[in-house]
C-alpha cells in the first residue's frame, strides 16, 4: 500500500511599501498587502505570491486568502500540477490567488529538479532591458523622479503612463518635460495609456508620441473598446500591445488581426502555466510579446522574469519601487530584470516578514 504524500500550504499577507504611489488613467496605486503562499511537499518548499486586483477578482489579500482556501479545500493534495490548475479552472478561482499557488508549484517543480526554473522551461536568459515606469505626475515631479530613477541605475528605458484624466494636453505636458529630462540620457521610451483614450484621443496621440521616438504604445483603448482596435491598428505609426484586453490565450484570437503584440502578466492569467499558454498561443499568430507586473515583490518577478528570456519587451519593476521589498530573487543586471542560477525560480519571502505574518 503507498505512503500519501502530503503537500502543505502556508499564507502569508505581507504589506508591501512603495517608494512612489503610481497614478494611471484609473487611480493612484499606493501601498499593497499582498498574499504568499508557502507550499511544501517531499521536504521540498516552493514560493508563490499573489497581488490582489479587483479586475482579477479577488480585490483583498482576504478574498485571495478565501480564494487559495476554496481551491485547497477541493481536495488538490494529491493531484498533479496540471491536474491542480484545471481543478482551479472548474472552480473558477481568481486568476490572481492561482497565481500564487501556480507559482509556488513551478517553483517547487524546479527545486525538484535542482535546475533554475527558466532551464526547466527550456528558456534563455533575457537580454531585453527591463522598463522602469512613470506614472502620471506633474512635470514637475517628473523632472525629480527622471534623475533617481536613470542615474547611475543602468535603467535603459522607462515606461510612461498617460491617458490622464486632465486630457491630451496633461498627456502632452507630462511627455515633453520626460523628453527634456531624459534628453542626457541614453535610454528608450514606451507609452502606456491603460485604457485613457479614445479612439480619436490615440488617432491624435500617436502620431505625436511617433514623431518623439516612442517604441510602441501600450492599451491605448479602455479595456471593453475592443471594436475600435482595428480602425487603430489600420492607422496607427506605432506598434499597439493590448494589456488589459488580454486576460488569458483564449483572447489572443480575437484581437490578433487588429493589434501588433500583447502583455501578459502572471496576476492577470492565473501564473506561469497560463502565460505559457500566452506566449504559445501568441507566437502562433505572429504577435510580439511582453510581459508586465502588478505591485509585486521579487518572488512574482522572479517568476516573471525565468519567462522572459523568450519575449520582445519587459516591464518588471515593481519590486525595484520597494522599500523594502520582503523578497529576493530578481536582481537588475546592466539593466535587465535577470533571473538567477539558484534552483526553483530564486524568489525567496524573508523570514522577518513572515515569522508573524501567518494567516
Avoid at 315 to 325: E, F, R
Wanted: glycine fraction near 8%.
Amino acid at each position: 500500500m503507498g505512503i500519501e504524500i502530503i503537500m502543505k500550504i502556508e499564507l502569508f499577507k505581507v504589506s508591501l511599501k512603495k517608494r512612489f504611489p503610481l497614478a494611471i488613467s484609473r487611480g493612484v496605486h499606493g501601498d499593497t498587502n499582498n498574499v504568499f503562499v508557502k507550499l511544501t511537499k517531499e521536504g521540498i518548499t516552493g514560493w508563490g505570491e499573489s497581488a490582489p486586483g479587483k479586475n482579477e477578482n479577488a480585490a483583498t489579500p482576504e478574498d485571495v486568502i478565501a480564494e487559495i482556501n476554496r481551491l485547497i479545500d477541493s481536495n488538490i493534495s494529491s493531484l498533479s500540477h496540471y491536474e491542480i490548475v484545471c481543478r482551479a479552472r472548474e472552480l473558477k478561482i481568481a486568476p490572481c490567488a492561482f497565481a500564487a499557488v501556480d507559482i509556488a508549484l513551478w517553483d517547487w517543480k524546479a527545486k525538484k529538479a535542482k535546475m533554475p526554473l527558466y532551464q526547466l522551461l527550456g528558456y534563455p536568459k533575457p537580454t531585453a532591458p527591463t522598463s522602469l515606469t512613470i506614472g502620471i505626475n506633474p512635470p514637475k515631479v517628473v523632472e525629480e523622479r527622471v534623475p533617481l530613477l536613470l542615474e547611475g541605475t543602468g535603467v535603459q528605458s522607462l515606461k510612461i503612463k498617460l491617458g490622464a484624466p486632465e486630457g491630451l494636453d496633461a498627456d502632452r505636458a507630462m511627455f515633453e518635460q520626460v523628453i527634456k529630462s531624459t534628453q542626457n540620457y541614453d535610454v528608450k521610451i514606451r507609452v502606456d495609456a491603460n485604457g485613457g483614450w479614445t479612439l480619436n484621443q490615440a488617432l491624435e496621440m500617436i502620431p505625436w508620441l511617433a514623431e518623439r521616438k516612442v517604441d510602441y504604445v501600450e492599451q491605448p483603448l479602455k479595456e471593453g473598446d475592443e471594436a475600435n482596435l482595428p480602425e487603430l491598428f489600420s492607422k496607427t505609426v506605432l506598434p499597439i500591445y493590448v494589456d488589459e484586453s488580454c486576460r488569458s490565450a483564449q483572447d489572443i484570437p480575437k484581437w490578433a488581426h487588429a493589434v501588433h503584440g500583447v502583455n501578459m502578466k502572471l496576476m492577470k492569467c492565473g501564473g506561469i502555466s497560463g502565460a505559457l499558454e500566452i506566449i504559445a498561443t501568441a507566437k502562433a499568430f505572429g504577435l510580439k510579446t511582453m510581459i508586465g507586473c502588478m505591485s509585486e515583490s521579487s518572488i512574482a518577478i522572479a517568476a516573471s522574469a525565468a519567462l522572459s528570456g523568450v519575449l520582445d519587451h519587459v516591464d518588471l519593476d515593481a519590486h525595484y519601487n520597494l522599500n523594502p521589498d520582503p523578497a529576493t530573487g530578481a536582481p537588475m543586471v546592466n539593466g535587465i530584470t535577470m533571473p538567477t542560477e539558484n534552483i526553483g525560480h530564486g524568489g525567496v519571502l524573508k523570514p522577518e516578514f513572515y515569522a508573524a505574518a501567518s494567516s
